[in-house]
C-alpha cells in the first residue's frame, strides 16, 4: 500500500528508526545532562543543530544506518562533555572557545561601531525593546548582545547604577571589556 509515495515497509523503518534515535538521545541526555542540550555559548548551539540534522538523516534516509546514527551522537555527546569540562576549568580554553557579550546600546544611546561591527540593525534592537516592553528609550540602562546571539534588554528607572555583575564579562568595543564590572562613560566611548 502507498500513502503519499511512502510504502508500508518505508514507513515501518522510519517509525522503528525514529522510535530508537529518541530512545538514545533520551539515554544520552540521562548520561550526560540536560547541559548538552543548552545554548549558552556558540559552539553548544552549533552541537544541538548537529544533534538535530544527525536525528532527521537517520531517520529519513537509509544512509546513515541507525547503528552509525547513534555513534555519532554519542561522539557528539561525548565531546560537548569534554569540552564543558575543559572550558569549566581553563579561562584561555574558555577564551579562545566562546564569543563575549557585546554592548550594542548603553543609556538610551546606539554604539553605532558596537552596531556595525556586530551586523545587528537598529531595526533589531527597537524589536527587542519591543519585546522587553520598554515605552522609552530612557528607560533602557543597556542591551547587550549575548555570546548566544541572543538580545538581552536591560530596562528600569535610572535611580540606581546597574549591578556591576551583570556587566562582568560584557565587553563594551569589539573585544575591550568594561572595566572591572563598571559601567563605561559613554562621553569617553571610542571605538
Known amino acids: 500500500m502507498e500513502l503519499f509515495d511512502l510504502s508500508t515497509e518505508q514507513a515501518l523503518r522510519m517509525g522503528i528508526t525514529s522510535v530508537l534515535a529518541y530512545a538514545s538521545v533520551v539515554i544520552y541526555s540521562r548520561v550526560f545532562g540536560l547541559r548538552s542540550f543548552s545554548k549558552m555559548s556558540g559552539y553548544e548551539f552549533a552541537i544541538t543543530v548537529a544533534f538535530g540534522s544527525i536525528l532527521a538523516s537517520v531517520i529519513t534516509s537509509k544512509q546513515p544506518a541507525l547503528?552509525?546514527?547513534?555513534?555519532?551522537?554519542?561522539?557528539?555527546?561525548?565531546?560537548?562533555?569534554?569540552?564543558?569540562?575543559?572550558?569549566k576549568r581553563s579561562s584561555w580554553f574558555q577564551h579562545m572557545l566562546d564569543n563575549y557579550p557585546l554592548v550594542l546600546m548603553y543609556e538610551g544611546q546606539f554604539l553605532e561601531d558596537n552596531l556595525n561591527y556586530s551586523q545587528v540593525s537598529k531595526a533589531d534592537i527597537l524589536a527587542k525593546l519591543r519585546e522587553a516592553n520598554v515605552t522609552h528609550l530612557s528607560q533602557v540602562r543597556a542591551v547587550v548582545?549575548?555570546?548566544?546571539?541572543?538580545?538581552?534588554?536591560?530596562?528600569?528607572?535610572?535611580?540606581?547604577?546597574?549591578?556591576p555583575r551583570l556587566m562582568e564579562d560584557v565587553r563594551w568595543s569589539k573585544g575591550v571589556a568594561i572595566n572591572e564590572g563598571r559601567s563605561p562613560d559613554p562621553a569617553a566611548y571610542t571605538p
Do not use: N, W, Y
Open 145 to 163: 548582545l549575548e555570546s548566544t546571539g541572543d538580545v538581552s534588554v536591560l530596562h528600569g528607572e535610572c535611580e540606581q547604577p546597574l549591578d
Open 67 to 87: 547503528g552509525v546514527g547513534i555513534f555519532a551522537l554519542g561522539i557528539l555527546f561525548i565531546i560537548q562533555k569534554l569540552v564543558a569540562v575543559v572550558r
